[in-house]
């Protein structure tokens, strides 16, 4: 993970902030793949649920996850997406009837034949901890969906579209700058070896 500027996102339905489209895209911003297989380290976050009946799940949104991003003029940054906003979003999301809005790759064209089936959020507490997705951090975002749509769905088994990602108008605010980050990692480094000298196990 590169040190840079983490922002938090900031959802405010006063502000008409609103989560608009779901699309299937080939490289997921949150690092979810649709299929797992065993050799990978990272969480599953994508699978097809049902082959003969063309549904797929996965995960739409992590909590509190990290989310490299590149700006227009080229800034570099991470945004996190906190429980709460998750939940809010998700909400707005339902309320406006946009839970059949997708496309693929962010191209603005709506996706006929798909159908979500299901959304949740991730709840462990509450026993809702989908399998397989065990990993995936508590307050993230689920969806189930069929897709009759037949060359959609013939893209997503041959590996064409490997997860989901989000297209969001909000706000956010900087929650950590890259020197304060390093400042404090320096100041816990010194802490640490402090105890150590003060415990008389260095020598």
């Not at 996102?9 to 997921?28: N, Q, R």
């Not at 980050?181 to 100041?187: G, I, K, N, P, R």
Request: charged share 30%; aromatic share 12%; glycine share 6%.
């Amino acid at each position: 993970m590169k040190k840079l500027p983490i922002y938090r996102a900031v959802f405010d339905e006063d502000k008409d902030d609103k989560m608009i489209a779901i699309s299937f895209v080939d490289y997921p911003a949150i690092e979810v793949d649709w299929m797992a297989f065993a050799k990978q380290k990272k969480p599953m976050q994508f699978s097809v649920e049902d082959e003969d009946k063309h549904i797929v799940f996965g995960c739409i949104m992590r909590a509190d996850y990290p989310i490299y991003r590149v700006g227009s003029s080229g800034y570099e940054y991470y945004i996190e997406f906190e429980k709460d906003t998750i939940r809010k979003m998700a909400q707005q999301y339902l309320n406006d009837g946009f839970q059949n809005i997708t496309d693929t790759n962010h191209n603005h064209q709506i996706s006929d034949g798909v159908y979500m089936q299901e959304m949740f959020i991730k709840d462990v507490e509450n026993g809702v901890n989908p399998k397989g997705f065990e990993e995936i951090e508590d307050g993230s975002l689920f969806a189930k969906f069929k897709v009759e749509n037949e060359e959609l769905w013939q893209q997503i088994k041959e590996g064409t579209f490997k997860g989901f990602s989000i297209e969001i108008w909000c706000g956010s605010e900087e929650i950590q700058d890259p020197d304060e980050q390093e400042y404090q990692e320096c100041v816990e480094l010194i802490n640490k070896i402090n105890k150590k000298l003060n415990n008389g196990k260095v020598k």
